[in-house]
Structure formats: C-alpha cells, structure tokens
C-alpha cells in the first residue's frame, strides 16, 4: 500500500489549495480514508473522513471550508481547502486503515501567510 500527498504550498489567508493523495495498492471506495494535518509542536489531528459509503466528516474547525472527495477511477482522495487561515498551516498526511494496520502518505506542507 503507498500513499501520495501532493498539493501543498504557500497561500495567503483566505486563500485555497486542493491536496491530493494517489494511492496504489488498495481501493479508495470500498474503505474509509482520512486527511490528518500536524503543525510544530501538535499531536496530529485528524482533520477529515470519507466512509465506504461516501459520508464525510470533519473537525469542527474545518467543518463549512474544507471538502473531503475521491475519484474511484483515479483511486485518488482529494482535500478542497477554502478560505484558510494561519492556523490551518501543517504537514497534512492522508490515511487509511487495512487489516488493522495504519497506512500514511509522506505528509504534504501547507503555508498560510501573508
């Protein structure tokens, strides 16, 4: 299983970024994948959840900018980030669990400053 996080960068606040995670080795539809972020001297925190079934969930400190999506064809899962702030600012890794064991990509850094 490997996970690939690309899309982050330096944005300005209220800004946007699409992260992506492309993934071999297991099926984005059929099991639950997460967005998780950690900033310098955070624990990681899990920001956002996309189920087998296509239902979501976000951390309430994201919840109304940040879209959690995939692309069954692409076996690809996607984070849409809208008007971001200063504290979205991390190392945002994707996730998934198979067979009990916890796969993440290699983190993608996202910027936010003016």
């Known amino acids: 299983v490997q996970l690939q996080a690309s899309g982050g960068g330096l944005v300005q606040p209220g800004g946007s970024l699409r992260l992506s995670c492309a993934t071999s080795?297991?099926?984005?539809?059929?099991?639950?994948m997460n967005w998780y972020r950690q900033a310098p001297g955070t624990q990681r925190e899990l920001v956002a959840t996309?189920?087998?079934?296509?239902?979501?969930n976000y951390a309430d400190s994201v919840k109304g900018r940040f879209t959690i999506s995939r692309d069954n064809a692409k076996n690809t899962v996607y984070l849409q980030m809208n008007s971001l702030k200063p504290e979205d600012a991390a190392v945002y890794y994707c996730?998934?669990?198979?067979?009990?064991?916890?796969?993440w990509g290699q983190g993608t850094l996202v910027t936010v400053s003016s």
């Open positions: 996730n998934t669990v198979r067979n009990g064991r916890g796969y």
């Open positions: 080795g297991i099926i984005v539809g059929i099991r639950s």
């Open positions: 996309i189920t087998s079934t296509g239902s979501t």
